[in-house]
Structure formats: structure tokens, C-alpha cells
């Protein structure tokens, strides 16, 4: 018997499994929200899934609920996020770098105490990083703090990244330089990938699989493999792609 779910993947074997019955923010003040309702999906190993979905549509709400920061709902995440080596790295949108100390103790301070000393050149060299390893983090642009994100996202070697809307607020060659980045690196290790993102065109660039999501309470309205290789898209099947779906889920993507 399969045991796929509602997007079509195996839950055996997957890097991760999200399955959100419901989720609903209370409060003695107002009306409650209702967040998130039915979403279920997984993540196979070494595949790269955008989840995409408007604004306030309960992206952020999920992601908190599948790092583990979130416990008051519905439903059930496997690997349960609380269990340590969960194998999960975050890249938030906000770098949170600390400030007083160095693009290298920042990503070392990330790693469980008896890694802190590991060899970091092998993940500083291919992110362009070597440079600027005993610089603070004010003296780096904002993309350059995006890097340092995604380098101490990296170090404990997870299993899935996981990336909320990580090239926004970039000017275009900042947000391609490390879209390129992202790529390189995620084809180069052969990780798991799921971004949150509501840029319909960076999706269709960077993922295996697009997953759509309903206006608020998030569900799943789609789940479409775009099977031509990263290394073979270009910028016509890109906007042939999105035009497409565009036609097959009005509401969702804009045309
Ligand atoms: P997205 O990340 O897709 O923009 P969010 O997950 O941040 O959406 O929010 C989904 C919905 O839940 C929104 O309507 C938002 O206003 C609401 N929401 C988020 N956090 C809270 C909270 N702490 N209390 C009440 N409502 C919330």
C-alpha cells in the first residue's frame, strides 16, 4: 500500500513530513485566525520544493510549526523538530548575525560545542566568504550577511535547508549572485531544499517541485515538478512555465 499524502509524496524515506490539520492563533482580544487548514506535504531526499503562497497566507506560520517554534497546533512533523539532530539548517530572512563578533565566530557559535573547531575552509572558499572571516558583520552588505546566513545554516552539514524568502530586499544582481550561490551549492552537496518564497519567477528558476498554497488557511492547491534540469532552464520555458501556471490556478499565480 502507498503511503504517499496529499502531494503526491512517499512520507517513507522523505527528509521531512508536514502534515498541519490546523492551526489557529487565539487571543482574548480579537477573533481567532485560523492559519493554516489540511496542509500535508513532504520533502524527498535531495529535492529542491518552493512553497508558494500570498502574502499572509501562513507560510511563516508553517515554518515555525515545522521548526519546532511553534507547538500549539493540529497535526504532527516527522523528524520531530525538538529532537536534537534534526537535521534541519535555517536561513531566516533577517540574518540575525551578532554583531560583536566575527563572520567566523558567528558560524562557528552555531554548531554544537564539539564541532565548534571543525576545518571551515571547505564552506567559506565556495561561498566567496574567505575573505571576510575576521571581519564584522557591519562592515558586510546586506547580501554578504545573506552568505554568512547560509554558510552557518550549512556548518552542522543538515540534511534539509530550509530558506524563508532568502533573496528579498536585494538589489537584482545581489539576489542573482546568490541565487547562484544557492544553486551551486545545493546541486554541489546534493541537500534538501524547501523555500518559502512568494516570487513566482525565482521558484520556477530554483525548484524540483513548486508547492502552491491557498490564500489564509494555507492549504495545498497544487503540487507541480518542473522536471527540465536547473542547468537546461531558460528564460523563454521559464515564462512559458509560469504562464502555464498562471492558467491552471488563477487566484494563486498572477498572470
Ligand atoms: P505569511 O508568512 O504567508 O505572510 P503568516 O504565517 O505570517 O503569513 O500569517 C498567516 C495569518 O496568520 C495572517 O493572517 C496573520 O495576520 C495571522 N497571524 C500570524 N501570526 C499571528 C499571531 N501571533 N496572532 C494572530 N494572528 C497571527
Request: charged letters at 25%; aromatic letters at 4%; proline letters at 7%.
Amino acid at each position: 500500500m502507498s503511503d504517499a499524502g496529499a502531494d503526491g509524496i512517499a512520507a517513507t524515506g522523505a527528509v521531512l513530513r508536514v502534515r498541519v490539520a490546523r492551526k489557529v492563533y487565539r487571543s482574548a482580544r480579537s477573533e481567532p485566525v485560523e492559519a493554516v487548514r489540511g496542509l500535508d506535504f513532504a520533502v524527498a531526499p535531495g529535492e529542491v520544493v518552493c512553497l508558494i503562497g500570498p502574502s499572509g497566507a501562513g507560510k511563516t506560520t508553517t515554518l515555525r510549526i515545522l521548526l519546532g517554534l511553534d507547538r500549539d497546533y493540529e497535526g504532527a512533523v516527522e523528524p520531530d523538530p525538538r529532537e536534537a539532530g534534526s537535521g534541519i539548517g535555517m536561513v531566516f530572512q533577517d540574518p540575525r548575525l551578532l554583531p560583536w563578533r566575527t563572520v567566523e565566530q558567528n558560524v562557528r557559535l552555531a554548531l554544537p560545542r564539539e564541532r565548534r573547531g571543525r576545518d571551515l575552509d571547505a564552506l567559506f572558499e565556495p561561498l566567496g566568504l574567505t575573505p571576510w572571516r575576521g571581519r564584522y558583520p557591519g562592515a558586510l552588505s546586506l547580501g554578504m550577511q545573506r552568505r554568512v546566513a547560509l554558510a552557518r545554516a550549512l556548518a552542522d552539514d543538515p540534511r534539509l535547508l530550509v530558506l524563508d524568502e532568502p533573496f528579498v530586499s536585494l538589489d537584482d544582481a545581489a539576489a542573482a549572485s546568490l541565487r547562484g550561490l544557492v544553486v551551486e551549492t545545493v546541486d554541489r552537496l546534493g541537500m534538501s531544499v524547501l523555500m518559502v518564497t512568494h516570487n513566482v519567477a525565482e521558484a520556477i528558476e530554483i525548484a524540483d517541485r513548486l508547492l502552491l498554497l491557498s490564500p489564509r488557511p494555507a492549504s495545498l492547491v497544487g503540487a507541480v515538478p518542473l522536471s527540465l534540469p536547473r542547468g537546461q532552464r531558460n528564460r523563454s520555458w521559464a515564462e512559458a512555465t509560469r504562464r502555464d501556471l498562471a492558467g491552471r490556478f488563477p487566484g494563486v499565480i498572477a498572470d
